[in-house]
């Protein structure tokens, strides 16, 4: 059985199409030539003398002839032998010169753009497959460069490929690529693992978590549900890992909230990677067996999220016998098939991320930037004048390790959440101080899930932080932060979309 998404099929049958239509009008070029030798060798018998030895002045008088036919300066004799391969390299002689000038051309044209492109202060150079690169490149416009194996001059570059492709093209102009922004696809490496402020390491099932959980956000449910929640997580796999990692620091609604989150698939390992998990206050639960061995659960959930992508459909219409009435969200790659089954949610989420906001995270990033710029003007090191410009913005993000950035970066995705929560209320103390507590939350969430523990003396290179601590128990200055936190991404949220 065939198990490859629509996608990866259709990439298949574009990369061939892409290989005929480079390779195709190159092989017409000696197309004539092969026939016009053929043609004289037939009239020259082998192109042999009158003593049948082979006569090299005999071939190089028929390529000759066969040179002057693209430039349409070959004329037949009325008493030359004549045969119908070389009346087909004569017509078609011509025919190859003109497509020979439109290939220049095309390339002339292709090289010009890619100038004007290189020009532009977004210029943006994709590399990967032909599928992924068209639709990046539509949106991108006049900006948009198609890179293919020879290395391209742009502002920024996006590397669809797969994670070995990537690395070794990163690698091989790595000199080149040191003082360019680059947003490198990867599978296996965290996005906090990019070494630099200019290398954006990122993954398509983390973007697609992010875009899953931002687009149906559980807050509604965990309302009517008194903040008491069962998730179902069928699948997990990467992406299905990336759900809950994302879940666990978005779901983040009230204080007193206990959303259980129930995973099936294969954790193996996961535990012991994230092994402060236990720390985090709604709770994890892993399965080893399938999740029909567990119907009354199913039926009980509040959402049941499906990961899982081979048999996806078949999946799908057995959990909709299992729980008829369930909330059912599925992660589907394509939407083959999808209408066949109703009441499920899908969301299409390779095409989803495919897009440059969900890749270059710019909005999140602008936000993330301010808000280490607002903390670093507040509390600048000893002897240090830090101001909330511009010039300091860039600078000052390229001090931080990459945990710091994506701490940043998780602050202000949760953003989305305290918005969501505060809707058309006003932003009284009271509310700001509910989603002061809700941000230290997340903050320690974020935290547990890097590993870090409490103690009372902070420690970055153990991981160790003494505000790892309940709310209220934190000094008031510290819930001042908390606070002052919330309120600063309200307010830069507001200036970006005024």
Not at 43 to 48: C, D, K, R, S
Not at 314 to 339: D, E, F, R, W
Request: charged share 25%; net charge negative; proline share 4%.
């Amino acid at each position: 059985m065939d198990n490859r998404t629509g996608l990866e099929k259709g990439t298949v049958g574009r990369t061939v199409a892409a290989c005929l239509r480079a390779w195709l009008p190159k092989v017409f070029l000696v197309v004539p030539m092969i026939l016009g030798l053929i043609g004289f060798s037939a009239i020259n018998n082998g192109f042999t003398n009158d003593q049948g030895q082979f006569d090299w002045q005999i071939l190089l008088d028929a390529a000759f002839n066969c040179l002057t036919m693209y430039g349409l300066n070959y004329g037949r004799e009325p008493d030359q032998q004549w045969n119908v391969l070389l009346e087909l390299a004569r017509w078609l002689a011509p025919v190859a010169t003109a497509s020979g000038l439109v290939m220049v051309f095309a390339r002339l044209r292709s090289w010009v753009r890619r100038f004007v492109a290189h020009l532009s202060l977004n210029s943006t150079a994709v590399y990967g497959s032909p599928a992924e690169k068209a639709v990046l490149l539509e949106e991108l416009g006049p900006s948009g460069i198609d890179m293919g194996e020879r290395f391209v001059r742009a502002r920024r570059y996006i590397l669809l490929g797969t994670e070995e492709e990537n690395l070794a093209l990163y690698g091989r102009y790595h000199e080149a690529l040191k003082d360019r922004h680059v947003y490198l696809k990867t599978s296996a490496l965290p996005a906090q693992q990019g070494s630099s402020d200019k290398l954006h390491l990122f993954s398509p099932e983390e973007r697609a978590a992010r875009g899953f959980g931002k687009q149906h956000c559980a807050y509604d449910k965990s309302v009517a549900a008194d903040e008491q929640m069962k998730i179902v997580l069928v699948g997990f796999g990467k992406l299905g890992r990336e759900l809950l990692l994302s879940g666990l620091q978005y779901n983040i609604f009230h204080p007193k909230q206990r959303i259980e989150y129930h995973v099936f698939g294969d954790a193996e390992g996961f535990e012991a990677t994230y092994w402060q998990l236990p720390q985090i206050s709604d709770p994890v639960v892993f399965y080893k067996e399938s999740c029909f061995d567990h119907v009354p659960l199913l039926r009980q959930a509040d959402m049941i999220i499906v990961a899982e992508q081979n048999d996806q459909l078949a999946l799908v219409q057995k959990l909709t016998m299992a729980a008829p009435q369930q909330s059912i969200y599925v992660l589907a790659a394509n939407m083959i098939g999808t209408q066949f089954l109703q009441g499920p949610v899908y969301y299409d989420w390779k095409s989803d991320t495919l897009h440059m906001e969900k890749i270059l995270g710019l909005r999140l990033n602008e936000l993330a930037k301010r808000l280490n710029l607002h903390y670093a003007a507040q509390y600048p090191p000893e002897g240090e004048t830090i101001e909330e410009t511009d010039e300091y913005l860039e600078p000052q993000w390229a001090k931080l390790s990459s945990f710091h950035r994506y701490s940043n970066i998780s602050a202000a995705e949760f953003h989305d959440v305290c918005a969501r929560i505060l809707g058309d209320q006003e932003l009284t103390a009271e509310r700001l101080d509910f989603l002061g507590e809700l941000e230290h939350i997340r903050w320690c969430r974020y935290h547990y899930l890097n590993n870090w523990q409490y103690g009372p003396v902070r420690n970055n290179a153990q991981k160790i932080h003494h505000l790892l601590v309940p709310y209220e128990e934190l000094s008031e200055g510290e819930k001042e932060k908390d606070r002052r936190n919330v309120k600063l991404l309200m307010e830069l949220n507001s200036k970006m979309q005024g």
